[in-house]
C-alpha cells in the first residue's frame, strides 16, 4: 500500500483496481493500532469499519465522492457509534446521531477510522492538555504537536487517515498544521454546520480541515459547506469576489512580526515572502495593528466565559475533573460582568471597521501560522504564556471573522516542519484555497510525514495551476460543477482555477436534467436559432493533462462542444444533446443555475 494517503491519490487507485477500500482502510487500521496510542480516544471495532465498507457494495468514486477516504474525527466532534468525551472522561456521553458535517461526509462514502486526542474542551494550542495523553509531534516527540487538535493533526501526518476533522476557536485547526507539516482549512464561520459539536466559544467556533494538500482540504470543504437550519450560528455559503490573478498579498510591517527569538523561522517567513513575489504575485506592507489588538480580546475579555457557560454545571459539581491548567483558564469566565462584555464588544466592533481598511488595499494576507514551536519541557514550565504567544497570529480570526488556510512553508534546522497562512474576509474560502494550493506547489515540499518514508523519493505536492508552462485549457460550466456545488471537486482535484464569472450569448435554452441514482440534478444548454437567451457561466482553467480524465465522469446527454460567450467569444464547455428538449424540464426563465437553485431549494 503506498504511503501516500491524499483523496485523488487513493480515487485514482480505486477506479483502476490497483487496491480496495477494504485493502486501504484494514491497512491504516491496523498501522494505528501499533503507532501511538495518544492520537486517539477511540478507535473503530472490525465490525464497525466492515459495517460502513458494507455500505459501499455497489458504489464508486463515481457515486460517492470520497468513496473508501479514511478519515479522522476529533473528540469534540459527535460521530454515532463512538462516545465523546472532549478529553474528559466525566463529561464522556453517547450521541444519539452523527454530526452534521460526519453525517455528510459518511453519505460522501468516507470511512471514520476514530476519534482523536484534543485538549480538554479544545481549551490551548499546545496538544499536551489531555489525561488521555499527549499525542507525538510527528517529526520530533520532544516537541509539542499542537493544538487543540492534536490527535486530528498527527493521524494525517503520519498517513493513518487521508483527511481529518478539527475544531478552531482560536487557531486549534492551523497551529497543528504548522507543527505537522499539513494543510489546514479554517472556514468562514458559520459555513460548516456545529450540530453536534462540543461548544469552545460558540458564536466564534468553526469545524476545520486538515488534509496532505489544499485540493484535498478544498473536496471536503465543498462537500461539508452546506447550510444546517438546525445550527442557529450556521451562515449560506457565500462566495467573495474573485480578484484580478495574480492577487495582492499583505505582510505585516516587519516591526509587527515576532518569531519569539526563532531566527529560523524569521528565515522561512522571509523565504515565503520571496516565493510569492517570485510567483508574480504582489507583495503590499500593511498594518497589522487592529488585528493584534483584537487577539487580545479572545483571552483577556469576555469570550472565555463563553467556554465557561459550556460547562458551568460540571465546573461547580465535578472542578476536579478538569485539568488544573484547563480549569484555571475556564474559571477566568466567571470574573467579568456583563457591562464589561458590552464594552469588549463595543472595543471589537471598533477594531472589526479599521481592520476593514486592509482588505482595499489587498486581496489576501500572508502571516506565519505561529511564530515559533516549543518543546514539551518548555511548555510544562510556561504553560499559559507560550499557549498565549502562539495564537499571536491566529487569535483575531474568528473574532474578525476571516477565513484563512494554513500551509507548509519549509523546514528549520531541526528539521521541524514550520507554515504560514493566508488569510481572507468572510467568504474568501475559494480564494485562500487557491492561494494555498499555488503556494504548496511553488515551494514543492512533501506531503505530512508520509513521504519521508517512500525511500527519499518526495512525493507529488498539491495539484496547482501555479507552475509556470503548465499547458491550460479553459472550461465554461452552468450548472454543478460551479463554485462551492455539489460537483465541483471534480474541477478543484485537478487544480483549476477561476478566470471569471460571465453569460453566454443569447442563443441558448435552458433544461433542468433530475437526478439519477447518486448523480445530482443538473442543467443542460442547447442552442437554438431563436427564442434564446444568456445563461450563467462560470470560466474555469485547467490543467491540459487532467481534461481527459475530467471529461470521463460527465455522463449522458452532456458533452463538450463549443459555447458563445456574450462577447461573442467561444470556449470550450458542456453542451446538451438535442433530446433533453423533448424530456426535461425547462428552466430558460431562471437564465442562472444559482438562481434556480435560490428559487427551488
Known amino acids: 500500500m503506498t504511503q501516500d494517503l491524499s483523496i485523488s491519490t487513493l480515487l485514482e487507485a480505486y477506479r483502476s483496481g ?15 493500532a501499533e503507532d501511538d496510542p495518544a492520537i486517539w480516544i477511540n478507535r473503530p471495532s472490525e465490525a464497525q469499519l466492515r459495517g460502513w465498507i458494507a455500505n459501499l457494495d455497489g458504489e464508486s468514486p463515481e457515486t460517492k465522492p470520497l468513496f473508501g477516504i479514511p478519515f479522522a474525527i476529533k473528540d469534540n466532534i459527535d460521530c454515532e457509534g463512538f462516545p465523546t468525551t472532549a478529553a474528559c472522561p466525566a463529561w464522556e456521553y453517547a450521541p444519539e446521531k452523527s454530526s452534521f458535517v460526519v453525517d455528510l461526509l459518511i453519505q460522501a462514502g468516507a470511512i471514520p477510522m476514530g476519534k482523536t486526542n484534543l485538549d480538554q474542551f479544545a481549551t490551548g494550542l499546545v496538544g499536551v492538555r489531555s489525561p488521555y495523553g499527549v499525542p507525538e509531534n510527528s517529526f ?52 460548516l454546520s456545529c450540530s453536534g459539536v462540543v461548544p469552545a466559544c460558540r458564536s466564534l467556533d468553526c469545524v476545520s480541515i486538515f488534509a496532505l494538500t489544499a485540493a484535498d482540504a478544498s ?25 484580478a490573478w495574480p492577487p495582492r498579498i499583505g505582510i505585516p510591517r516587519l516591526d509587527q512580526l515576532d518569531f519569539f527569538g526563532n531566527e529560523e523561522a524569521q528565515r522561512l517567513f522571509e523565504v515565503a515572502t520571496q516565493t510569492v513575489t517570485e510567483m508574480g504575485w504582489q507583495i503590499v506592507e500593511i498594518d497589522i495593528s487592529p488585528f493584534l489588538d483584537a487577539a487580545r480580546l479572545l483571552y483577556e475579555g469576555p469570550w472565555v466565559a463563553e467556554r465557561t457557560s459550556v460547562i458551568s454545571e460540571l465546573l461547580s459539581e465535578n472542578p476536579d475533573a478538569l485539568l488544573p491548567v484547563t480549569r484555571t483558564i475556564i474559571e477566568g469566565g466567571l470574573k467579568g460582568t456583563a457591562v464589561e462584555a458590552f464594552k469588549a464588544q463595543y472595543r471589537l466592533a471598533d477594531l472589526k471597521r479599521v481592520s476593514e481598511i486592509t482588505w482595499t488595499e489587498v486581496d489576501a494576507l500572508l502571516m506565519p501560522t505561529a511564530g515559533t514551536i516549543y518543546t514539551l519541557a518548555e511548555v510544562e514550565a510556561e504553560p499559559i504564556k507560550l499557549n498565549s504567544n502562539l495564537g ?22 531541526s528539521g521541524l516542519p514550520w507554515g504560514v497562512t493566508f488569510y481572507a474576509p468572510a467568504c ?11 503556494f504548496h506547489s511553488a515551494s514543492n515540499l512533501p506531503l505530512g510525514k508520509t513521504s519521508l518514508f517512500s525511500n527519499g523519493a518526495p512525493l507529488p505536492t498539491a495539484p496547482s495551476p501555479a507552475k509556470i508552462g503548465t499547458a491550460m485549457m479553459q472550461i465554461a460550466v452552468c450548472g454543478a460543477h460551479m463554485e462551492g456545488l455539489t460537483l465541483h471537486w471534480q474541477l478543484r482535484e485537478r487544480g ?25 440534478a443538473r442543467p443542460g444548454m442547447i442552442r437554438v436559432a431563436e427564442g434564446g437567451v444568456s445563461i450563467g457561466l462560470e470560466i474555469w482553467e ?56 435560490e428559487t427551488t431549494q
Request: aromatic fraction near 10%; proline fraction near 6%.
Open 392 to 413: 499571536r497570529y491566529t487569535n483575531f480570526m474568528n473574532l474578525l471573522d476571516l477565513c484563512g488556510c494554513a500551509v507548509p512553508a519549509g523546514f528549520l534546522g
Open 496 to 520: 483549476a482555477r477561476l478566470v471569471k464569472r460571465t453569460q453566454s450569448a443569447p442563443n441558448y435554452r435552458f433544461y433542468l436534467l433530475p437526478s439519477k441514482g447518486h448523480i445530482p
Open 219 to 243: 473536496r471536503v470543504f465543498n462537500l461539508t459547506a452546506l447550510f444546517d437550519p438546525a445550527d442557529g450560528y450556521a451562515r449560506k455559503r457565500c462566495l467573495l469576489r474573485e480578484p
Open 18 to 32: 490497483q487496491t480496495t477500500p477494504e485493502k486501504v482502510i484494514f491497512a491504516a487500521w491496523n498501522r494505528a
Open 428 to 438: 474568501g474560502d475559494a480564494l485562500v484555497l487557491d492561494c494555498a494550493a499555488h
Open 140 to 191: 520530533d516527540a520532544d516537541y509539542i504537536p499542537g493544538g487543540s487538535s492534536s490527535g486530528s493533526a498527527v493521524a494525517v501526518a503520519k498517513g493513518l487517515c487521508s483527511f481529518s476533522l478539527g475544531t478552531d476557536t482560536a487557531g486549534s485547526g492551523r497551529v497543528p498544521a504548522s507543527f505537522n507539516n499539513l494543510v489546514g482549512l479554517k472556514p468562514t464561520r458559520g459555513v
Open 542 to 597: 485547467i490543467p491540459q493533462s487532467t481534461v481527459g480524465s475530467f471529461l470521463e465522469g460527465i455522463g449522458s446527454p452532456l458533452g463538450l462542444g463549443k459555447v458563445e460567450l456574450s462577447d461573442g467569444s467561444y470556449v470550450c464547455g458542456f453542451i446538451g444533446e438535442g433530446i433533453i428538449q423533448d424530456t426535461a424540464l425547462d428552466i430558460t426563465s431562471y437564465g442562472d443555475w444559482r438562481k434556480w437553485l
